[in-house]
C-alpha cells in the first residue's frame, strides 16, 4: 500500500498524514449528527446539556515541551461530541505563531484495519494530517504509550489524564515536595545545630575546666589552713563558690536549652552539671570547716558564757539561720548578676556619650544595638531577681523573729539595689530614639546654618553691588537687581523654614530653641539690609528712564528730520534743465522719499505720544522737564509734514509728462525692427527644389529672418506692453488731478501698433515655406549614418569568418566571433526597425530613400546570417572535445584509486602467512581506505560519464556521434576497474578474519601478563614486608597494586568482551569454517577463565593486607596532625603576645603600628599618583644630606598634607613613637635603608603558601596563610618564581613562591594595606580553621571505623577519640586568642578615629585662620594700588580725560590700569583657589570650615565688586586713550591721503617707487622716507609712526600700503553724483545709493555757496567721476569712511575679459584667494521669459519650451494647421464623398494635420472638407469638418503649436534646465495651459584684481548662499587643528606651536601660495602673542582648516 508524501505541518518535521487504504474514505464527523458518523448503527454527536459539564483532558510533558511536535500537542482539551462511540475532544489553546491551526484528539474503530485504529492526534476529526497513535482501544483516551510521530517511537514523556485527576496528582507531587524540602531543611538544620552545640559544649567544657582547677586549689587551700588565714581563704572559698555558682548557672541554662541537642552531647552538659554540683559540695564542707576554724578563733580566753536559750528554740533558730544562709548566696548572686548586667549596659551605651558625625554612624548604631540588646538582658535580670526576693520574703516570713529581722533586712537591702539598678536601667530603655533624634536636631541646625550663611552671602553680594560704581548704567542695575532677586529668594525661603522648624520644635528642648531664635534674628537683620538695597536700586532706575526716554524721542526726530533733509536733496535735479538726466530714475526717486519721510514722520509721531504717556508716569520735577522737550519736538514733527504735501504735489505734475515720451519712444522703437524684419524677408524668394541638396546660404537666411521676427515680435509686444501700462498709471495721476489731457496722444499710439502687428503676420508665411525646404534633408542624415556603421559592422564580421572553415579555432576566437556577430546583428536590428517606423508616415522622396535603405538592410541581414549558422556548428564541436576530455579526466583518476587499492595489498602477497597483529591491522586499514576512495572515484566517473552521454545527444549529428562513441569506450574501461575492486575487497574481508582470532590470542597472553605482574606486586606486600615500608613507600606499593589490579581487571572485561564479539562472527560463517574457528575460541575462553580466578585471589588477599596499612596510617597521620596543630598553636600565642601585652602596651603598640600602615598606604598611593619613586622621595627629604631624628619625625607628621590624605594624620608624639618602628638600631638619623624598608613593596597572601629558608629547594619554616601579609626584599632571578620578604606577622625572613602550583598567583599587591594585626589575626584564623578541620577528620575517622567489629581497623577509633579530645583544647585556646584580637582590633580602631577627628579639628582650625589671612593681604594690597584707577569710574572720566591728558600720558595711565586690574584678578584668583581648597574638604572637615568658607566668599564678593569697579575705570581710560590716538590716526591718515593725491600717480606705481621689485613688507624707515617726499604733507615723525602701526602692525606689504594711501567711503544716504564742484551749477550723473562703494580721488573741499563740504571721487559699482558731498549743511551725513574692499574666493567662477558672460575667460579663481574690487558690483536685470508646459506630438515627450524658440519671427501663437477631432469620423482617399474609400476611422480626440490649402465645400449634400494628414500614424485623406446637420466633427486646435526651427525642450521652466530633447522645425508641439512666464535671477557683476598675481577680470554670478564671492575679513577662525610653522614652504619651516579649534588669528600675510606643496597659507597673530607663523587655510585632501 503506498503510503502519502509526508505533510510539514507548524508543528514539527516528522508529521505525516496517515497512509489511507485504497477505497477508504475516513468519515468526517458533523455537529449535527449527520450521516458522516460510523458506528454500531445511526449515531449522533450528543452535546453536554446544562446538567452534564463537558469532560476536559490535560496533555503534559514531564521532559521537554519545547520539542518541536510536542509543543503542538501539549494543553488542554475539552469534549466536543462523539465519533465512533467515543468522546472526542477539542484543544482550547492557541499555538502562537500558528493560531489558525486547530487540534483534535478523537477516537477511530476498525473500518480501515488495525493499522489505522485507536487514539489520534490531528488537525480534524478523521483527517489525513496527524501527529500522534495510541493503538489501545479503551473507552477513555490511553495516559500513557503514545508514538510520535504517528509511526515512530513511544514517547512515554507524553500523558494524556482527566483534568481533575492532573490537580489531584499535582497537589499530591507538590506535598511530596514539600515534604522532601522539609525533610532536607530539617537533615540541614539539625547538622547545624550539631555543630553549634559542639561549640557551646566546648565553651562549657572550658569554663567547667578554669573554674574546677582554681576551685580545687581554693579547697586544697582550705584544708591546709590554719586560725591566721582562714579568713583569706574564706574570702577565696567563697569566690569560689560564686564562681561555681555562675558555672552552674550557664551549664545549667545550657541544659535545658539541650533538650533538642544530639544525646552525646546532653549527656556531655549533665556530666558537666555533675562535676560542678561535687565540686560546690566540696566547697561547702571546705567553707564550713573554715568557719569553724575561724569561730574557734575568734572565742575569748576569758569570760563569762552567754545566758543559754531554750534548747528548741535555739535549734529553730540556728535551723532559720542556716536556711537563710543558705537563701543569701543565691539571692546575693542574682542581684550582683542584675548590677553587672546594668553596668554592662552604660558602657555599651559609652559611645553614644561623644559627639558623633555621619562617619561614625555605623559605629554608633552597633554601640545602640549592644546597648538594647544588654537594656533586655539587665531588664530579665532584675525581674528575675525581683521574683526571687519576693519568693524568699514569703518564705522568711515563717522564720524566728532574729531569724526573720536579719532575712528581711538582707533582702530589703537588695531590693533597694534592685532598685537603684533598675533607675539607672531605664534612661538607657529610649535610646535608639534619644540617638536618632539627637542626629536629627543636629543635622537640622547645621542644614538652617549652613542656608542662612549662603542667604547672608548673596545679601552681602547684592549690597556691594549697590556701592558706587563710578556712575549708573543699566547693565549695572540688571546685575543688581539679578543679585536682589537671588538674594530675596535665598533668604526667604531660608527664613520660612526657620520660622516654620520654630512652631513645630519641641518647646522642652530649650537650647533647641536658643538657637532657632537667634537664626531668626540673623534673617531679619539681613530682610532689613536688602529691603534698604533695593530702596536705593529702586530710585537710580527712575532716573536713567528719564534719560533714556529723553534720547529716544531726540533720536525718531532727529531721524525723521534726516528724512526731510533727503527730500528737499530730491528736489534739486528737478530745478535743473538736464535733458540727460534720467527722469525715470528721478520721479521713481522722489516717490520713494516721500514714502520714507511719511512714513517716518508717523512713526516719530506716534512713538512722540506714546513716550508722552509713559512720562505721566514720572515724579513732578523729571516729568515736568521732560513734558516739555518732548512737546517742543512734536511741533518740529507738525511742520514736516506740511513740507511733505507740497513735495508731493509737484512730483505728481513731472511723473505725467514724462510717461508720455517713454510710451512714444518705444512704439518708434518697435517700427524700426518691422521694417529690418520685411528687408530679411525679401531674401527667401528661391532655392532649394526638390532632391537637390539645399544651400547653406538658405539656412541662412531663413535664420537671420526668424532672428528678425522675434526682434520685431518682442518689440511689438514691449511696446504693447508699455503701452497698456502707461495708459493705467496716466489713469491713476488723472484720479489724482495732475493727468488731464493725454486720452488722444495715446489712442494714436494704439494704431501704430495695430498696423505694427498685421505686417508681421504677413511676413511670417515666408518665412514657413522656406523652412519646409530644408527639413526632409535634416530628417535622413541621422537614418544613412547608423544604416552606414551597421553594414560596416557586418563586413568585419563576414570577414573574420572566412579562415574558420578551414581551421580548428580556440575557445577564445569562437568566443570572440559570438560577441561580433551578437552586436552586428543587434546594430543592423535597430537600423531595420528605426527604418521601418519612418516608413509608416513617409511619403515621396523620403519613403523612396528609406525603400532603398530597407534593402540594404535586407542584404546585410542574409550575410550575417551565413557567418552565424558557421560559427555554431564549430562551437558544438569545440565543446564535445572538452566534454570527452572531462570524462577522460574522470576515469582516469578511478583508475589511479583502484591502482594504490592494488598497492595497499602488497604486504599479503609477499608469501608470509601470518604477520603481526600491527602489521596486520595497519594493512587492513590500509587496504579498506585505499578501497573505500578507489570505490568513490569509480561510482563518480561512471556517473559523470552517464550525465554528459546524455548531455551528448543534443548535439548535431555529426559531433553528438563521436562524442558518444568516446564516452561508451570510457563506460567499458569503468566497469573492468569495478569488477577488480570487488574481488579485492573480497579478499580484504578473509584477511581480517584471520587477523582478529590472532589479535584474540595476543589480548589472552596480556591478560595472564597482566595477573602475574599483580601476583608479583602483592609479594612485596606481605606481612613481614609490610612493617619495613616507609610511609612513601607503603603508599607507592598500595597504588601500584591498585594500578596493576585495575589493568588487570580491564584487560580480562576488554578481552571478555572481545571474544565475545568474534564468537557473534563465528556463528555466521559457514558450517565447513565454524568448527576450526569455535574450537580455536574455546581454547582462549579457558584461559581467560583461568585468569579470572586468579585474579580474584590476589584482589581478597590485597583487602586484607591494605586495611592494616590503613590502620597504621590512621594513627600515625592523626598524631603528627596534632603535633603541627600544637606548634602552630604555640606561634600563634606567641604571634599575639606582642600585640596583646599587658598594661597598655600591647594597645600603645598596636596603635602605633596602625598610624604607620597608614602612611605607608598614603605615601606610596601619592607614589603612583605622581609617578614618582622612592629614591625621589628620600632626595626630596634629605635634600642631598643626612636626616636626623626630629627632621623626619616632623617630615613624618605632615606626609598627610602631602599625600592629601587625612587618614595618615599624625601628632609630633604619634610620630615620635612610630621612630623605633622605622629605624633600625640606635642612630640619631635615619639611613636611607630604613627608608626604602619603610616604602618597599608589600603584597597580601591570596592562596596558602609554604615559606622556605632558600631561593631553590630548600627547608620548609611555616606557612603564609591566606589575607596574611609580606614585605617583599628580593626578587628571585630569572630561574626561579621565589621572593624574599618578611611575613608581617613576626618580622621572620623567608622565600616563597609567587605561584600556586595551580598556575593562580599566589599574592597580589596591595592596597588595601594589611599590617600585622590583620596579618596575626589571619594566621590564627588559619590556624583555627585546620584544627577545626582536623576535630572534624579526626570525629570522621572515628565514625567511619566505628562500624567495623574486627581486624586491624577496629582497634584505631579509641585512639582517635584521644587525638579528637586533645585538638577541641586547642581549639578553644584559640578560639579565645580570635576573641582576644577581635576586641583589640575594636578598640584601636575606635581610638584612632577619636584621634583623626582631634588632629582634623585642629589642622581645620589653623588652616581656616591662615586662608583667611592669606586672602585679606592679597585683596588689600591689589585694592591698595587700583586706589588711584578707581578715581576715573565716573560716566564723564573718559571726556574728562581726553581734555586734560595727551597720549604719551593715556598711555601710561591705561598700563597703570591695566596692572591694577591683573593685581585684582591675581587677588581674585588667590581667593578662589583658597575657596577650592575649602569646598575640597568633604565630611565632618566642611562643617568645621563653614564659618571660614562664609568669609571667604565675602572675600570674593568684594574682590569681585572692586575689579568691577576697576573694570569700568580702565574701560573709561581705554576709551579716552583709543578715542586721543583715534583722532590723532585719523587726522594723520587724512594728510597723508591728501598730500599724496597731491602726487598724481596711482597707488600701484607709488608702492614700486617705495619698493622697487620687492614683493615683501616696506620698514617704517622706507615708509618714513616716502611720506617726507610728498608734498605739503604736514605729518610729524609720530604721526607717521601712527599710521605704519595702523597698517602695517606686524609689517607694511602692498595691501597695506595701499590701504594707506588710498581712501575709501560707503554712502549711508543717498546722495547726487555732480560733474561739478559747485552745487548750484553741476548736473546730476546719478545717485550713490546707500551703501555703495565711493574712491576718493581729490578734495575735500568746501562749497561755501551750500556750506558744505565735497569730495570728487568714483563710483565703484560703474566707474561714475563725479564731486559728492560728504555731509549736509544741517549736520546729516552721507559718506562713511570705509576700508579698501577685498573680496574672497569660496566657489568657482571664471575671471572674463569683459562684463559679457560669452567673452574669453582670463582664469579660474582659485579657491581663498584674496581679490581687490576694481568695479562694481552691479546687477544684471534679465527680461522676463515665457515658457510654453506641453507635449510633442511627434513621441509624446513632455516638457518646457520657450515661446521664442517656437517662432523666433513673429510671436508665438497656436497654429491653425492642426485640427482636433471632436465627434468619430471616417479619412476618406479622396473629396468626392460618393465615389471614395474610407482609409480609416479617426477617433474622437485625434489631432490632424491640413495637407490641402483651403477648406472644400460639396454643394450637393452641403458639407465642407479639407485633406488631412494623421500624426499619429502619418495617412493622409479628406475629412469631412462639419456634417449637413450642423455636426462638428474637426474644429481648428487652440493648443498646437509648430516649431519653426530646432527648439530644446528642457526639464522644467528655465534656460539653465537640462534638456530633454531637440525639436526638429515643423515639429507640432501640444501645450498643456497656459504659457507661463519666468523672470532669470539677477546677477552681480563686478571687476575684481587678483592680489597674488594682479590679473583682473570681470565675475558674474547669481547671490546668495552659494555665490563665489564673500568679503574678506583679516580675521580667520580655526576650525580643525592645524600647525604654524615659522616659514611659507611646509617643509622648511619648524612647528612653532598648534592652534586648536575656535582660536582666533588676525592675517598680517596672504593668503599665499607655497610653491613646493601648492597649498595657500596665511600668515598670523594673536593679539596675546603677535605673529606667530605660518598656517594652511585647507589640508592636502581640501579640509578647510582655517
Not at 59 to 68: A, G, L, R, W
Not at 445 to 461: C, D, H, R
Not at 477 to 498: C, D, F, G, M, P
Not at 776 to 799: C, P, Y
Request: charged fraction near 30%.
Amino acid at each position: 500500500m503506498p503510503a502519502r508524501p509526508p505533510v510539514m505541518p507548524p508543528g514539527g518535521a516528522w508529521t505525516q498524514r496517515v497512509p489511507v487504504p485504497l477505497g477508504v474514505k475516513r468519515p468526517v464527523p458533523h455537529p449535527s449528527g449527520g450521516p458522516g458518523f460510523a458506528g454500531a448503527g445511526p449515531s449522533k454527536v450528543l452535546r453536554r446539556g446544562v446538567q452534564e459539564a463537558a469532560e476536559t483532558m490535560i496533555v503534559f510533558s514531564d521532559v521537554n515541551q519545547d520539542e518541536i511536535g510536542i509543543r503542538t500537542l501539549v494543553g488542554e482539551y475539552v469534549e466536543k461530541g462523539l465519533n465512533h462511540g467515543r468522546k472526542f475532544y477539542q484543544k482550547s489553546q492557541k499555538i502562537p505563531g500558528h493560531e489558525d491551526m486547530e487540534v483534535f484528539l478523537y477516537f477511530w474503530d476498525e473500518r480501515d484495519g488495525k493499522d489505522f485504529c485507536g487514539w489520534w492526534f490531528g488537525d480534524s476529526v478523521g483527517g489525513t494530517q496527524v501527529w500522534s497513535r495510541n493503538g489501545q482501544l479503551s473507552q477513555k483516551p490511553p495516559k500513557n504509550g503514545w508514538t510520535i510521530p504517528w509511526d515512530g517511537e513511544v514517547r512515554n514523556e507524553l500523558t494524556v489524564m482527566n483534568k481533575q485527576e492532573k490537580q489531584a496528582q499535582n497537589a499530591r507531587q507538590a506535598t511530596a515536595r514539600m515534604e522532601a524540602r522539609r525533610a532536607e531543611m530539617d537533615d540541614k538544620r539539625g547538622e547545624d545545630m550539631t555543630t553549634q552545640w559542639e561549640d557551646r559544649v566546648t565553651e562549657a567544657t572550658v569554663k567547667c575546666a578554669e573554674v574546677e582547677l582554681d576551685a580545687k586549689q581554693a579547697v586544697e587551700a582550705a584544708n591546709n589552713c590554719d586560725g591566721d588565714t582562714a579568713a583569706k581563704v574564706k574570702q577565696d572559698l567563697e569566690a569560689q563558690q560564686k564562681a561555681v555558682t555562675d558555672a552552674q548557672r550557664f551549664v545549667a541554662a545550657e541544659a535545658i536549652a539541650a533538650q533538642k541537642a544530639p544525646p552525646p552531647l546532653k549527656a556531655e552538659l549533665q556530666e558537666l552539671a555533675k562535676r560542678l554540683r561535687g565540686l560546690q559540695a566540696e566547697i561547702k564542707e571546705a567553707l564550713q570547716k573554715v568557719k569553724g576554724a575561724a569561730m574557734v578563733k575568734a572565742e575569748p580566753d576569758d569570760g563569762a558564757a552567754p545566758a543559754e536559750e531554750p534548747e528548741p528554740y535555739n535549734e529553730l533558730e540556728s535551723a532559720h539561720a542556716q536556711q537563710l544562709e543558705e537563701m543569701m548566696p543565691s539571692a546575693i548572686e542574682k542581684v550582683e548578676s542584675a548590677e553587672d548586667e546594668v553596668e554592662k549596659v552604660s558602657i555599651a551605651a559609652a559611645p553614644l556619650q561623644i559627639e558623633s558625625g555621619d562617619d561614625l554612624r555605623p559605629m554608633m548604631m552597633q554601640a545602640i544595638k549592644e546597648t538594647e540588646k544588654a537594656v533586655r538582658t539587665a531588664q530579665s535580670c532584675i525581674g528575675e531577681a525581683r521574683r526571687f526576693i519576693s519568693g524568699k520574703l514569703a518564705q522568711v516570713g515563717r522564720f524566728a523573729p532574729s531569724a526573720k529581722k536579719a532575712a528581711v533586712e538582707e533582702f530589703t537591702a537588695l531590693q533597694d539595689k534592685l532598685n537603684d539598678a533598675q533607675k539607672k536601667l531605664n534612661p538607657f530603655k529610649t535610646v535608639r530614639q534619644d540617638y536618632e533624634k539627637q542626629s536629627q536636631t543636629k543635622k537640622l541646625m547645621e542644614e538652617l546654618s549652613n542656608k542662612l550663611a549662603g542667604a547672608e552671602i548673596e545679601v552681602e553680594k547684592a549690597a556691594m553691588m549697590t556701592a558706587p560704581l563710578g556712575g549708573d548704567n543699566a547693565d549695572g542695575i540688571k546685575e543688581t537687581e539679578t543679585a536682589l532677586s537671588t538674594a530675596q529668594s535665598v533668604l526667604s525661603q531660608t527664613n520660612r523654614l526657620v520660622e516654620s522648624k520654630l512652631r513645630t520644635a519641641d518647646k522642652s528642648s530649650e537650647s533647641l530653641l536658643e538657637e532657632l531664635k537667634a537664626l531668626k534674628e540673623r534673617g531679619q537683620l539681613a530682610q532689613d539690609k536688602l529691603d534698604e538695597v533695593r530702596k536705593t536700586v529702586k530710585e537710580t532706575q527712575v532716573r536713567i528712564a528719564a534719560d533714556t526716554l529723553m534720547k529716544e524721542v531726540s533720536d525718531k526726530v532727529a531721524s525723521a528730520e534726516d528724512e526731510l533733509q533727503k527730500m528737499a536733496e530730491a528736489e534739486l535735479p528737478f530745478l535743473r534743465s538736464d535733458k540727460d538726466q534720467d527722469m525715470e530714475s528721478l520721479i521713481s526717486e522722489a516717490d520713494k522719499v516721500s514714502t520714507r519721510v511719511h512714513a517716518s514722520l508717523a512713526e516719530a509721531q506716534t512713538f512722540v505720544a506714546r513716550k508722552l504717556v509713559e512720562v505721566a508716569r514720572f515724579s513732578d520735577g523729571p516729568g515736568q522737564t521732560v513734558k516739555e522737550e518732548v512737546d517742543m519736538l512734536q511741533k518740529r514733527l507738525e511742520e514736516g509734514r506740511e513740507r511733505l504735501q507740497q513735495f508731493r504735489s509737484s512730483i505728481a505734475d513731472r511723473k505725467r509728462s514724462h510717461l508720455l515720451q517713454e510710451v512714444e519712444a518705444k512704439v518708434s522703437a518697435a517700427e524700426e525692427e518691422v521694417k529690418k524684419m520685411t528687408e530679411a524677408t525679401e531674401s527667401l524668394g528661391g532655392g532649394g527644389k526638390a532632391g537637390e541638396p539645399i544651400s547653406e546660404n538658405l539656412s541662412e537666411a531663413v535664420e537671420q529672418a526668424n532672428h528678425a521676427e522675434r526682434a520685431a515680435q518682442a518689440s511689438v509686444v514691449t511696446a504693447r506692453k508699455h503701452l497698456v501700462q502707461k495708459t493705467a498709471e496716466l489713469k491713476k495721476l488723472a484720479m489724482a488731478g495732475a493727468g488731464s489731457g493725454s486720452g488722444s496722444e495715446l489712442g494714436r499710439l494704439q494704431t501704430r501698433v495695430n498696423n505694427m502687428q498685421q505686417d508681421i503676420a504677413k511676413l511670417r508665411s515666408s518665412i514657413k515655406d522656406a523652412e519646409e525646404r530644408i527639413r526632409v534633408k535634416q530628417l535622413l542624415s541621422e537614418v544613412a549614418d547608423r544604416l552606414q556603421t551597421a553594414e560596416g559592422e557586418v563586413e568585419k564580421v563576414a570577414a573574420a569568418a572566412v579562415p574558420l572553415a578551414t581551421e580548428k579555432p580556440s575557445a577564445e576566437i569562437v568566443e570572440r566571433m559570438d560577441k561580433a556577430n551578437s552586436a552586428a546583428q543587434t546594430k543592423l536590428g535597430a537600423t531595420s526597425k528605426l527604418v521601418n517606423i519612418k516608413l509608416k508616415s513617409a511619403q515621396g522622396f523620403l519613403q523612396e530613400e528609406l525603400l532603398a535603405m530597407q534593402s540594404r538592410i535586407s542584404k546585410a541581414e542574409k550575410k550575417l546570417e551565413k557567418v552565424i549558422s558557421s560559427s555554431k556548428e564549430q562551437k558544438e564541436r569545440l565543446n564535445a572535445a572538452e566534454l570527452v576530455a572531462q570524462a577522460v579526466e574522470k576515469v582516469e583518476k578511478g583508475e589511479a584509486a583502484l591502482q594504490k587499492a592494488s598497492e595497499a595489498e602488497l604486504p599479503f602477497l609477499k608469501g608470509i602467512e601470518e604477520l603481526s597483529a600491527a602489521e596486520t591491522q595497519k594493512g587492513l586499514a590500509a587496504c579498506e581506505a585505499a578501497a573505500t576512495v578507489a570505490q568513490k572515484a569509480i561510482a563518480e566517473a561512471r556517473s559523470f560519464t552517464l550525465q554528459k552521454l546524455a548531455e551528448a545527444k543534443e548535439f548535431a549529428e555529426a559531433a553528438a556521434e563521436a562524442c558518444t562513441k568516446d564516452l561508451l569506450a570510457l563506460q567499458k574501461r569503468l566497469d573492468g576497474s569495478a569488477a577488480k575492486l570487488a574481488e579485492l575487497k573480497k579478499d580484504t574481508i578473509d584477511r581480517k578474519r584471520k587477523a582478529q582470532l590472532q589479535a584474540s590470542g595476543e589480548k589472552i597472553s596480556n591478560v595472564e601478563t597482566a595477573v602475574k605482574k599483580l601476583a608479583d606486586a602483592m609479594v612485596r606486600f606481605s606481612d613481614e614486608n609490610l612493617a619495613k615500608l616507609s610511609s612513601d613507600e607503603a603508599r607507592s606499593l598500595c597504588e601500584e597494586i591498585a594500578g596493576a589490579e585495575q589493568a588487570a581487571t580491564a584487560a580480562v572485561a576488554g578481552t571478555k568482551k572481545f571474544l565475545g564479539l568474534r564468537v557473534q562472527e563465528a556463528k555466521s560463517l559457514a558450517e565447513a569454517q565454524r568448527g576450526a574457528v569455535m574450537a580455536d575460541l574455546g581454547k582462549l575462553q579457558s584461559r581467560l577463565t583461568t585468569s579470572q580466578v586468579e585474579l580474584a585471589k590476589l584482589s581478597k588477599q590485597c583487602t586484607e593486607r591494605e586495611q592494616r596499612y590503613v590502620a597504621q596510617r590512621l594513627v600515625q597521620d592523626a598524631s603528627d596532625g596534632l603535633n603541627t596543630l600544637v606548634a602552630e598553636s604555640a606561634a600563634a600565642s606567641k604571634a599575639c603576645e606582642k600585640l596583646l601585652g599587658a598594661e597598655g602596651t600591647g594597645s600603645q603598640y598596636l596603635a602605633t603600628r596602625l598610624r604607620l600602615q597608614a602612611v605607608v598606604a598614603a605615601l606610596k598611593a601619592h607614589l603612583e599618583k605622581t609617578n614618582g619613586s622612592v629614591d625621589t622621595l628620600w632626595e626630596e627629604l634629605t635634600k642631598g644630606g643626612a636626616t636626623s631624628k626630629a627632621a623626619f619625625v616632623d617630615w613624618l607628621a605632615k606626609v598627610s598634607q602631602l599625600t592629601g590624605d587625612e587618614e595618615a594624620s599624625l601628632t609630633q608624639e604619634q610620630a615620635l613613637l612610630a621612630w623605633p618602628l622605622i629605624v633600625t638600631g640606635s642612630g640619631a638619623s635615619i639611613a636611607s635603608s630604613d627608608f626604602q624598608a619603610l616604602l618597599r613593596d608589600r603584597w597580601v597572601c591570596m592562596l596558602p603558601v609554604t615559606a622556605w629558608d632558600s631561593p631553590q629547594g630548600g627547608k620548609e619554616l611555616t606557612r603564609v596563610e591566606v589575607d596574611e601579609g609580606v614585605e617583599v626584599i628580593e626578587r628571585g632571578n630569572g630561574e626561579t618564581q621565589r621572593v624574599r620578604c618578611l611575613i608581617t606577622r613576626d618580622g621572620s625572613s623567608c622565600w616563597v613562591d609567587t605561584k600556586h602550583t595551580s598556575g593562580k598567583k599566589s599574592f597580589r599587591e596591595t592596597p588595601p594595606p594589611v599590617g600585622q594585626l590583620e596579618s596575626v589575626d589571619a594566621f590564627v584564623k588559619a590556624v583555627s580553621s585546620r584544627c577545626s578541620a582536623a576535630v572534624a577528620a579526626a570525629e570522621k575517622k572515628a565514625g567511619e571505623v566505628a562500624g567495623v567489629k574486627q581486624g586491624p581497623l577496629a582497634e584505631v577509633r579509641s585512639k582517635l577519640l584521644e587525638v579528637k579530645s586533645k585538638l577541641s583544647q586547642e581549639l578553644a585556646s584559640l578560639d579565645v586568642l580570635k576573641k582576644k584580637l577581635a576586641t583589640a582590633k575594636d578598640s584601636v580602631a575606635q581610638d584612632r578615629k577619636a584621634e583623626l577627628k582631634e588632629i582634623r579639628e585642629t589642622r581645620c582650625k589653623a588652616f581656616a585662620e591662615e586662608s583667611i589671612k592669606e586672602g585679606t593681604a592679597a585683596l588689600d594690597k591689589a585694592e591698595g594700588k587700583a586706589a588711584k584707577i578707581l578715581e576715573y569710574g565716573k560716566p564723564d572720566a573718559a571726556e574728562r580725560l581726553v581734555k586734560e591728558m595727551g597720549p604719551i600720558e593715556l598711555e601710561e595711565l591705561m598700563q597703570a590700569a591695566e596692572e591694577a586690574l591683573e593685581n585684582l584678578a591675581q587677588a581674585k584668583a588667590v581667593v578662589a583657589k583658597l575657596q577650592e581648597a575649602h569646598d575640597a574638604h568633604k565630611g565632618p572637615s566642611r562643617n568645621l570650615l563653614l564659618q571660614a568658607r562664609v568669609e571667604l566668599t565675602k572675600l570674593a564678593s568684594r574682590a569681585t565688586t572692586s575689579e568691577r569697579k576697576c573694570r569700568v575705570a580702565t574701560e573709561e581710560v581705554r576709551k579716552a586713550h583709543t578715542q586721543v590716538v583715534k583722532t590723532a590716526t585719523n587726522q594723520a591718515k587724512n594728510n597723508l591721503r591728501m598730500a599724496f593725491r597731491k602726487l598724481g600717480i596711482s597707488a600701484d606705481a607709488a608702492f614700486e617707487r617705495v619698493a622697487p621689485g620687492k614683493t615683501s613688507e616696506v620698514s617704517k624707515a622706507e615708509f618714513q622716507k616716502f611720506v617726507s617726499s610728498l608734498p605739503d604733507h604736514g605729518l610729524t615723525p609720530e604721526q607717521v609712526s601712527l599710521v605704519y602701526d595702523e597698517f602695517g602692525r606686524y609689517g607694511l606689504r602692498k595691501t597695506g600700503f595701499l590701504k594707506a594711501v588710498q581712501e575709501y567711503c560707503t554712502c549711508i544716504r543717498e546722495v547726487a553724483i555732480t560733474d561739478v564742484f559747485s552745487i548750484s551749477a553741476s548736473n546730476t550723473a546719478r545717485k550713490l545709493e546707500k551703501s555703495e562703494y565711493f574712491e576718493v580721488l581729490e578734495g575735500p573741499e568746501k562749497d561755501d555757496e551750500a556750506d558744505v563740504r565735497r569730495v570728487r571721487g568714483r563710483a565703484l559699482r560703474d566707474g561714475v567721476i563725479g564731486w559728492v558731498t560728504m555731509k549736509g549743511n544741517q549736520g546729516t551725513p552721507f559718506l562713511r569712511p570705509k576700508e579698501k574692499p577685498l573680496l574672497w574666493a569660496v566657489g568657482e567662477a571664471e575671471m572674463r575679459e569683459t562684463s559679457d558672460s560669452s567673452s574669453s575667460s582670463v582664469r579660474a579663481l582659485k579657491p581663498d584667494e584674496v581679490l581687490e574690487l576694481v568695479e562694481g558690483p552691479r546687477e544684471e536685470v534679465f527680461a522676463s521669459q515665457v515658457f510654453l508646459r506641453g507635449k510633442a506630438s511627434k513621441d509624446g515627450a513632455e516638457g518646457f519650451l520657450l515661446m521664442d524658440d517656437i517662432s523666433r519671427s513673429r510671436p508665438a501663437a497656436p497654429s491653425d494647421k492642426y485640427y482636433t477631432c471632436r465627434s468619430t469620423i471616417a479619412m476618406t482617399d479622396g473629396f468626392d464623398i460618393q465615389q471614395c474609400k474610407v482609409v480609416r476611422r479617426i477617433e474622437k480626440g485625434e489631432t490632424l494635420q491640413v495637407m490641402g490649402t483651403s477648406e472644400r465645400s460639396d454643394a450637393e449634400i452641403d458639407i465642407s472638407r479639407l485633406q488631412f494628414r494623421a500624426v499619429r500614424d502619418g495617412k493622409e485623406g479628406w475629412v469631412t469638418l462639419k456634417g449637413n446637420q450642423g455636426t462638428v466633427f474637426l474644429e481648428v486646435s487652440g493648443s498646437h503649436y509648430v516649431v519653426e526651427e530646432e527648439a530644446a525642450l528642457r526639464a522644467s521652466a528655465s534656460t539653465d534646465a537640462p534638456v530633454i530633447r531637440q525639436l526638429t522645425a515643423g515639429e507640432a508641439f501640444q501645450a498643456e495651459g497656459e504659457p507661463e512666464k519666468v523672470t532669470p535671477p539677477t546677477r552681480l557683476v563686478m571687476r575684481a584684481r587678483s592680489i597674488e598675481d594682479e590679473k583682473a577680470g570681470w565675475i558674474s554670478f547669481v547671490p546668495g548662499l552659494g555665490a563665489p564671492l564673500k568679503p574678506w575679513l583679516s580675521k580667520y577662525v580655526c576650525r580643525a587643528p592645524v600647525d604654524i610653522t615659522s616659514k611659507l614652504a611646509v617643509a622648511d619651516g619648524t612647528v612653532v606651536r598648534q592652534a586648536s579649534a575656535a582660536e582666533v588669528f588676525e592675517v598680517v600675510e596672504g593668503p599665499v601660495v607655497d610653491p613646493a606643496s601648492g597649498v595657500r597659507r596665511v600668515r598670523c597673530a594673536t593679539a596675546s602673542e603677535g605673529a606667530v607663523g605660518w598656517a594652511s587655510l585647507r589640508d592636502d585632501k581640501g579640509k578647510v582648516l582655517m
